[in-house]
C-alpha cells in the first residue's frame, strides 16, 4: 500500500469508472475548472 499524500497535495493523474458506466480522467476533468475528490468507504461497510 503506498502512503497518502500530504493534505494539499496535487492528485496524481488517474482514470476511474463512474456508476454511469463511463471511465473519468483527472486531466479531462480538470479542463472544465478545479475539481473535488471526495473518497468515502463503500456503502455496507463498517468504518
Do not use: Q
Not at 500530504?6 to 483527472?26: C, E, H, N, Q, V
Amino acid at each position: 500500500m503506498s502512503e497518502p499524500l500530504p493534505i494539499g497535495s496535487k492528485a496524481p493523474a488517474f482514470k476511474a469508472p463512474a456508476s454511469d458506466g463511463r471511465t473519468y480522467a483527472l486531466a479531462d476533468l480538470l479542463k472544465n475548472g478545479p475539481v473535488a475528490l471526495v473518497f468515502y468507504p463503500g456503502n455496507n461497510t463498517p468504518g
